[in-house]
């Protein structure tokens, strides 16, 4: 590979370790991307949900396909072609991906703020989306969850940046 070349522009089956990402390093990196969406629900008054569900849904399409999770850990986001191509997340395919997160999210906001069992509620959306995703991804022969499936994505690992967790 020489100066000129991306690694973007590379074959998936290249020797250059764009293997699957791991379950660990996914978990921990969505766990960041979480606690980031949760602080900005938190800390900012009124905006910080709509704040919290715009970085959920475009979370993927920065950094070339890393979130900040992503970006920490070492895991980059493709777009899933039968080419040998290998084309980073956008905008439009993190929207997709993440939209059966963001559905939970939205139903988290709205069921939150039911007095007394509101909280119970939501907190039970949030974990079955979290499952449902989790069990897809587990029954997966290419690592895929639902979102996976709907923007024709992959999580790969990157052996050229992030913590090596594993």
Known sequence: MNVSESLFDQPLNTPKGLGKAGLLNRIIARTIDFIIVAALYEIIP???????????????????????????????????????????CGFKESILRNFPFAVGFILFGILNVMPLIGWFFSLVIAVVVMLFESLILLGSEKGMRLGDELAKTHVIEEKQGGLDVS
């Open 46 to 88: 009124k905006v910080g949900f709509f704040a919290g569900l715009t970085y959920l849904l475009i979370a993927d399409g920065l950094f070339e396909g890393r979130s900040v999770g992503k970006k920490l850990i070492g895991l980059r986001v493709i777009i899933y072609s039968n080419t040998d191509k290998v084309t980073a």
